[in-house]
């Protein structure tokens, strides 16, 4: 019997965060209300597309379609939304001999890319595959570009002592000086949560970018998850300074949005402070791990500011697939019109 897909309805809302409850690929990202937001702040269609094999679910698999001009394009998930992977989940891998496994999942990626292909007639599909769901090769077998991308975790598990003990004598040093000038890390609600995405347009700004992610969809995603998530913030002479948005999904914490440098230079870092409070409140709070996604980066040149606290470096991929004429225009915009723009952007005054 081959697997089966259908488009999931509205009325499907419940059975989607079913399939996606019962699988190790799922996040909260995956969940139906926060894809129908990011679908109304992204300008992409979603195509929330089940599994099926006779009448067992196998998986679920979100994707945003985008058409600009003779580019049509599928994402999972798409761009400027602020959710580091998507991809695929599946169900049952984890009674199902290998084998087994490996052909349902085949069997859906292959009839996914049909749909992609068929349906959709993508010339550009980018999917980002979460850290849970260790094998991209389907996706290679079907054309796909795979490429490596990382984020650091802590064991939380451990136990604070011994997370603190496994820090090196700077960085403990630094943080009971940031104890004993009065930083205070405290955890607050949607007044603290603005706060730190104003901090955020304020980095932004003073590097010449703008936040890419509407603040309507972050105050829309708030609205419906705020039970999911803690607002970490650190305070200094009573104002807020930095803080991080953290998400909460099972036994895992994940930093989110923020951890941005100070407007102005305080010594020692509040973000040292920030991120081992974090950590504490993992371990304390029974959480497994603290993650920071897509903080480790793939640049050489990146800070990699949180290897600073000893995490382990998570493995996940990406796959691309992109047709000649795409190809072609990718090739134009990275060799003549982004330096153009770049110049362009230079001289533009400030305001």
């Not at 650091?152 to 000038?181: C, H, M, P, W």
């Not at 347009?201 to 970018?209: L, S």
């Not at 992610?213 to 998850?225: A, E, G, W």
């Not at 897509?294 to 990699?304: I, M, T």
Request: glycine share 6%.
């Amino acid at each position: 019997m081959t697997v089966e897909i259908r488009i999931a309805r509205d009325d499907d809302a419940e059975k989607w965060d079913t399939i996606i409850s019962k699988s190790p690929q799922g996040t909260l990202f995956h969940t139906w209300n926060w894809l129908k937001s990011t679908e109304k702040y992204s300008e992409t269609k979603l195509f929330p597309i089940i599994g099926m094999k006779g009448s067992s679910p196998v998986g679920a698999f979100p994707l945003f379609f985008q058409k600009k001009g003779p580019i049509s394009m599928v994402f999972s998930p798409p761009p400027h939304a602020s959710i580091p992977y998507l991809g695929p989940v599946l169900v049952g891998n984890e009674t199902l001999i290998q084998e087994k496994w490996e052909k349902i999942y085949a069997d859906f990626q292959e009839v996914v890319e049909h749909f992609i292909n068929t349906d959709l007639k993508s010339n550009y599909s980018s999917i980002t595959l979460g850290p849970t769901l260790k094998d991209p090769r389907p996706f290679a077998w079907s054309g796909y570009t795979i490429k490596p991308n990382y984020d650091y975790s802590v064991d939380t598990s451990k136990g604070i002592d011994k997370l603190y003990k496994s820090l090196d004598y700077n960085k403990r040093a630094e943080l009971k000086k940031a104890n004993e000038q009065e930083m205070i890390v405290e955890i607050g609600s949607k007044k603290e949560y603005e706060k730190i995405l104003d901090l955020i347009n304020e980095r932004y700004a003073q590097q010449k970018k703008i936040l890419t992610s509407s603040r309507n969809y972050f105050l829309d995603v708030f609205k419906t998850y705020k039970g999911n998530m803690k607002i970490f913030s650190v305070i200094v002479g009573g104002e807020v300074v930095t803080g991080i948005i953290c998400i909460q999904y099972r036994d895992s914490l994940y930093g989110w949005v923020g951890n941005s440098k100070p407007k102005n230079r305080i010594s020692p870092s509040p973000n040292n402070l920030l991120y081992w409070e974090i950590v504490r409140y993992a371990a304390e709070h029974g959480f497994k791990e603290y993650t920071i996604l897509g903080a480790a980066g793939n640049q050489r040149l990146h800070e990699f500011y949180a290897a600073r606290f000893n995490p382990e470096l998570i493995l996940r991929y990406s796959a691309i697939k992109k047709s000649l004429l795409t190809g072609s225009l990718e090739k134009a915009y990275i060799h003549i019109l982004k330096p153009l723009r770049g110049k362009i952007e230079h001289v533009k005054p400030l305001i």
